[in-house]
């Protein structure tokens, strides 16, 4: 994927998004870190160039939630930020890339520990197939087979310096 | 890896914990104050010295952080049967916990105890040598008023002889790259504190002006504080952040307190009651502050 489809995959979610939510009422967008963040302001910024909406952004970092914590190293933690209530209200998960689900397993937590949405979905850019929990994304920007061998990057210019999507084998350098 | 000081660790470290602290503070703000990070780990509290407050805020932080907790004193226990230390924590290690917070009179017990048991330990207080995770709490809450240490003036008054939060304080504020002075009567000062990285000053008055911080301490009775000075009208004369001097500080600037205040001697009554008197802040970020040291320490690959 390049820059240009990374676009248009985006406002076809955004499209989906406010078609089956009555125009993205009551939506909040959660951005998991560290690429759903820009992912999550790109559909509001979508959102609001076709609809009279301002969803809001927020961001949450999954690092205290994960099931693999002793064996990662201690990174520092990102900015976990809601900005508004999400009791009630439907929350959309946003990521770059879906895998084993474990991620967004570690999200579903940590949403809970702030409240009662009226419903979580799940938006990724990248479905890469292997999922080890029972999982499934709401809006897939593209389905990409891949072998557990590969890994799949995903870059943006507000991470990365350049934009697009790459499928790697193990070890290869990005 | 144990946090047994603050000497022994630099900038990048305590800029590590400072940073996972802030995002703690925002746990502890949520609905549900609590994550999973440390399921399954135990945490000892040990404490051969009483410390109501320290000694809770270690709890809180634990169970924030979903961590199990076991609580020991000495009154009661084996200890009034004569038992050694060392065959205290090593009755306790057998029982399983993943870390031993460690209080107790002397200097350097925290760290008798990491030899023994070999797990990691942090120093909740040894005689009146260190007290770590009181400079990270108070460092967060410099750093939390102010957005960082760097080039702030912090003048830490009163007994600086007898106090391990001086010591720790002095050094995590000065790695952190503020600018430190002490002011107190020669009688308060450590023997050793003119080779330490700070300027000393026996007058309150002169220096009160220039300071963003006036970090008090309380006059430790118990550690022989009170002997060293004529009287307590005499030392509030001098070292009591008064209403007078309150007045003189730099509009900006904070106080600050490790508690037990005692009111009316190191600080005025209406003095601690202003809301640029951060002692209760100070307490709040000293459960964030703990909850960074212990995932820090036990929080993925280093407890390995």
């Known amino acids: 994927m390049d820059a240009s489809d990374i676009r248009r995959a985006l406002h076809r979610i955004a499209h989906e998004i406010t078609e089956q939510t009555e125009g993205a009422d009551g939506v909040v967008l959660v951005g998991i870190h560290t690429r759903g963040v820009p992912l999550a302001n790109r559909l509001r910024d979508a959102i609001g160039s076709f609809e009279e909406a301002w969803v809001p952004v927020g961001t949450l970092d999954i690092g205290l939630y994960r099931d693999d914590l002793a064996d990662r190293p201690v990174t520092n933690l990102a900015k976990t930020s809601l900005p508004v209530d999400i009791n009630d209200r439907t929350v959309v998960l946003v990521d770059d890339v879906l895998y ?14 702030f409240g009662r949405p009226a419903a979580v979905r799940l938006a990724v850019l990248v ?10 994304p709401d809006y897939v920007g593209k389905n990409l087979p891949t072998a557990a061998g590969e890994r799949v990057s995903v870059h943006l210019e507000d991470t990365d310096a350049q934009e697009g999507v790459w499928i790697h084998q193990r070890g290869e350098d990005e | 890896m144990s946090f047994l000081g603050i ?3 630099d900038r990048a470290d305590l800029e590590v914990i400072l940073d996972l602290a802030d995002e703690f503070t925002e746990v502890l703000n949520r609905p549900i104050p609590r994550v999973p990070a440390l399921q399954g780990k135990t945490v000892a509290h040990v404490f051969y010295e009483s410390s109501t407050r320290t000694r809770l805020s270690f709890e809180r932080a634990a169970k924030a952080l979903s961590a199990d907790v076991m609580n020991f004193a000495p009154g009661g226990s084996s200890v009034s049967k004569g038992e050694s230390l060392k065959d ?23 760290t008798r105890v990491a030899a023994w048991t070999g797990l990691p330990v942090v120093n909740a207080g040894d005689g009146a040598h ?4 009181q400079a990270m709490l108070d460092s967060l809450t410099i750093r939390r008023r102010f957005g960082k240490l760097d080039n702030l003036r912090i ?20 790695t952190l790259g503020a600018d430190v002075v002490l002011v107190a009567p020669r009688t308060l000062l450590p023997v050793d504190s003119r080779e330490w990285p700070v300027t000393l000053s026996e007058s309150l008055d002169e220096v009160i002006g220039d300071l963003d911080v006036v970090y008090l301490l309380r006059i430790q009775a118990e550690r022989g504080g009170a002997s060293v000075f004529p009287s307590l009208p005499e030392y509030v004369s001098r070292f009591g952040l008064t ?10 600037a904070v106080v600050m307190h490790p508690g037990p205040m005692n009111r009316g001697i190191e600080i005025a009554d209406s003095v601690a009651d202003d809301e640029r008197a951060l002692v209760l802040d100070q307490v709040a970020n000293g459960v964030a502050a703990r909850m960074a040291v212990l ?5 993925g690959e280093r407890s390995g």
Do not use: C, Y
């Not at chain 2, 391990?164 to 050094?171: E, L, T, Y």
């Not at chain 2, 209403?243 to 500080?249: H, K, L, P, Q, S």
């Open chain 1, 100 to 113: 084993t689900g474990r991620t967004v397993r570690a999200a579903l937590d940590a949403l809970a520990d």
């Open chain 1, 127 to 136: 479905d890469r197939g292997h999922r080890q929990l029972p999982i499934r």
């Open chain 2, 7 to 9: 000497e022994g660790h």
């Open chain 2, 88 to 110: 205290t924590v090593l009755t306790l290690k057998a029982m399983g916990p993943d870390l031993m917070v460690v209080r107790h009179g002397s200097a350097g017990a925290p």
């Open chain 2, 130 to 133: 260190q007290h770590p995770t």
């Open chain 2, 155 to 174: 003048g830490i008054v009163g007994d600086i002889r007898h106090s391990r939060v001086a010591r720790s304080n002095v050094a995590a504020f000065t």
């Open chain 2, 243 to 252: 209403n007078r001097r309150f007045a003189a500080m730099n509009p900006e």
């Open chain 2, 295 to 299: 995932f820090w320490l036990l929080g």
